[in-house]
């Protein structure tokens, strides 16, 4: 793949080095992290290595240091793609294949170690930001655009590489920058990605306003953050009919006038409050929408589905996070889903990565996998919210 045509130019040549060595691969052992980020990079690559006919087995560790590696090198594969991790641990890497054990492709965004590779791709290497700018499964979303074939497209999997992003809390800030912006702007032109400004509150494709608003945390809103009451009362006194046929309805269910409405409110309220300027900010931010997701699901909001992840790699079940990863919406997604129903229950609040090893996946060619062993973006939304956010701090355009 030509500079002009990768989504960091930056990173192409890298890339294509990568591409190439493993289309001279029989085989490929795909090793991968075992976080939303991680999940995401696998599911990229798996997917790329698949479409490529690269014949390829998955594997995943909460933890790559040397009796990993050693496991790794054990299952003798000639070529290994590590994702997500592999930079940081380069002096072993580099020892076993010195050795012969394997030759390493690394598609990571972690501090390199004092060593190196020939197949390294790494933003850290071209001055690239690898904490804010690029995650692991934007590494991975390079690679596989270097992967296509002559006819092949790999957009689509920008979707997975946002994911990933967002679960590396790489939009801390309300939104993704650098080059994962590039990585947006393919999404939204393969048509997977909608991005716009909206309130940045968690869970807005899936809770009901009152927990909407009543979880979030992030910028506390005295007599609404953590006050199940406050916030049903805050809700009582809006124009806005906030339930239907009895229940409360989402945030997704909500028009655009009854959204601005609720934001607008909710700045006020913030304001009057006292809270700080740049926190009634952060009320606001850039949502990114998977749109071929079914609406109101755990997958159609990015933070959701990084968090859905999240939770099948914390009970141990790399395995369904991938298959999720990789497009199954039956019995993965529902087991996913029975998995972070139970996290919620240990920890209402937040989610962690697991501790330990998750899995081993055997996937073919073909993309079929078996577990082994135990955007458009909306310029008038976007307008809309932000000169309701002018309007609720004071601040001139």
Known sequence: MAAADSPVPALAERASACAARLRAADRVLLASHIDADGLTSAGIASTALA??????????????????????AAREFDVVLFTDFGSGQLDVVAAH???????????????????????????????????????????????????EGPDGDNRDLAALAVVGAV?????????????????????VDAGVIEARTDLDLYGRQTRPLPKLLEYASDVRIPGISNDEAGAVAFLSDLDVDAKRDGEWRRWVDLDGDERQTVAS????RAVSSGVPADRVDALVGTAYTLVDEASGTELRDVSEFSTLLNATARYDRADVGLAVCLGDRGDALAEARRLLRTHRRNSPRGSSGSRRKASPTRTTSSGSTRARGSARRSSVSSRGWRSARRRS?????
């Open 265 to 268: 409110a909710l700045m006020r």
């Open 97 to 147: 294949e010195a050795a012969g054990d394997f030759v390493p492709v690394i598609a990571d965004h972690h501090q390199p170690a004092a060593a190196d590779t020939e197949f390294h791709l790494n933003p850290l290497l071209e001055g690239i930001d690898g904490a804010s700018e690029l995650s692991g499964a934007g590494a991975s979303y390079v690679l596989a655009r270097a992967l």
């Open 393 to 397: 701090t004071g601040r001139s355009p």
């Open 167 to 187: 679960g590396d809390m790489q939009d801390a800030d309300g939104e993704l920058v650098g080059a994962n912006e590039a990585i947006v702007a393919d999404g």
């Open 51 to 72: 479409r490529a006919g690269i014949d390829h087995e998955v594997v995943f560790e909460k933890q790559l240091d040397a009796a990993s590696i050693a496991g790794i």
